[in-house]
């Protein structure tokens, strides 16, 4: 990896991630405790729940994003160690398969409780003490995965698309707070989790051909847009996506 930006202006911000003890989530709050902020983070995984806070020293509450009132009682304990959250990273989000065939009612709401509906609770949750505070920055992580018309997830790649339409309406009600709401896409990112269970030779190669650069796509580049837009240096970036994709759309 080659050196990364510094940003001193999130030395001592209080930066909330969710699914932070797996994947593009543990490598934003590796990176936030990088920089000296004061970084907390939801999962509900408990095991590696505690080995990224033994590494990083940053507090957790385990948390099942679908429970929403669970989601407001963890952000309350947590901002209760680190202070009131002037940054939120809403990064949970499970690509699961399916066919559109089985897709059931029950099944189709649990995967917008999964991947949609406790990013804006969790806005909800903490614009109170940004605006108290005179300002914030919200980073919501979406998916080129429907852009690119991706298939064999429909549920998922609905509520990815919503993230969007989420970023820019939350961007215009919370602007007038300082609070700057945005949008970081991935394309295809080499999580432990892809590896294991989608990355074949032959589909890497193919993904290769439909990008722009060679290269196959570290998590650490995903959270270097999101340290960007976390910190001061982006203070006029809102109701925007910016892509980490390899040139894949």
């Known amino acids: ?9 999130l030395k001592d911000t209080a930066v909330l991630v969710t ?8 490598s934003t709050v590796k990176a936030f405790a990088a920089q000296g902020a004061r970084v907390a983070f939801l999962d509900r ?39 009131p959250f002037r940054v ?24 917008m409780n999964t991947n949609l509906r406790h ?17 914030g920055s919200v980073i919501n992580l979406g998916s080129n995965s429907w852009w690119e018309a991706v298939g064999n997830f429909p549920a998922y790649a609905t509520a990815k698309a919503a993230v969007h339409g989420l970023t820019r309406t939350m961007a215009r009600d919370l602007g007038q707070h300082r609070i700057r709401v945005n949008t970081v896409v991935p394309g295809w990112i080499m999580t432990d989790r892809q590896k294991e269970l989608w990355a074949t030779p032959e ?3 193919a993904h290769r051909q439909n990008q722009c650069l060679p290269d196959l796509i570290d998590p650490a580049y995903v959270t270097r847009m999101v340290l960007f837009l976390a910190s ?18």
């Open 19 to 26: 699914g932070g003890a797996s994947g593009i989530g543990r």
């Open 45 to 83: 995984d408990a095991q590696n729940a505690t080995a990224v806070t033994a590494e990083t020293g940053a507090p957790h509450a385990l948390c099942d994003l679908r429970d929403i009132d669970q989601v407001r009682v963890s952000i309350q304990t947590l901002a209760a160690q680190t202070g």
């Open 203 to 205: 589909s890497l190669e």
């Open 232 to 249: 001061d240096d982006a203070a006029m970036c809102t109701a925007s996506n910016y892509m980490v994709d390899a040139g894949s759309i």
């Open 119 to 135: 990013m804006f609770f969790a806005m909800q949750a903490v614009a109170p003490g940004m605006i108290d505070a005179g300002g």
């Open 1 to 9: 990896m080659p050196d990364f930006a510094t940003y001193p202006s």
């Open 88 to 111: 939120l990273v809403n990064n949970a989000a499970r690509d699961d398969r399916h066919d559109w065939r089985d897709v059931t009612p029950d099944y189709w709401d649990e995967r």
